[in-house]
């Protein structure tokens, strides 16, 4: 079984799109796919609660009342709430498991993603668990002072980010009738599905 974790202290910055969509992703090739929310709004089940009946199959753990994925899914999908404590984030992690952190292109999400990073980075299971980080540019406008702000500054620190999600009505409609990129047609979000190629090519080394 494979875990991923989607967090960021910063509410807002697109956790639970990137949680949904790649529970989608994972489940449309075949998966079989937990998507564990962690949050008390429960936007991620909410979300699995809409999926037409003919998509893929998700199936949705509320965490947050102390529900807990049984063994046997190929993928748990993680999504953590605005605020969460490091301990509650570590607390469920297993060996080598993945953890994206969505960054916003903006001064306050720069900063408390900073913060954010520096904490794990300096908590020991992190580093026993060789979770393996990355970091994802979301809802980015590339052409944007701030964008270009963001990719320098963590290009500085060695800690690139892995893949840039653009700004699009895309992923509002998504959230709304529970679908994801994946399930739609390719010619109609080509351009989408071309910027998650680096992320999802990430996911899968190693």
């Known amino acids: 079984m494979r875990q991923l974790f989607i967090a960021n202290p910063k509410g807002g910055c697109g956790k639970t799109t990137l949680a ?42 509320a965490a947050y009342e102390g529900e807990k994925p049984v063994n046997g899914y190929d993928l748990e999908v993680h999504d953590m709430p605005a605020a969460c404590e490091l301990s509650e984030l570590v607390g469920p992690m297993q060996h080598a498991c993945r953890l994206l952190v969505p960054i916003l292109p903006s001064p306050a999400d720069i900063k408390a993603s900073v913060r954010f990073l520096m904490a794990l980075n300096s908590h020991e299971r992190i580093g026993e ?78």
């Not at 969509?21 to 089940?45: K, P």
């Not at 990355?134 to 060695?158: C, Q």
């Open 20 to 61: 949904t969509q790649l529970a989608g992703y994972y489940a449309c090739r075949g998966a079989s796919v937990a998507l564990v929310d962690h949050d008390r709004q429960s936007s991620a089940l909410d979300w699995v609660k809409c999926r037409p009946p003919a998509t893929a199959a998700i199936t949705p753990i």
């Open 129 to 206: 668990l060789e979770v393996r980080i990355g970091l994802v540019g979301n809802r980015v406008r590339f052409r944007t002072r701030y964008f270009k702000v963001l990719a320098a500054f963590l290009e500085s620190v060695n800690m690139p980010l892995i893949a840039n999600i653009r700004d699009t009505q895309n992923y509002i409609r998504a959230m709304d009738s529970g679908t994801t990129l994946f399930d739609l047609p390719a010619k109609r979000v080509a351009a989408d599905l071309e910027q998650w190629h680096p992320l999802l090519e990430w996911l899968e080394a190693g």
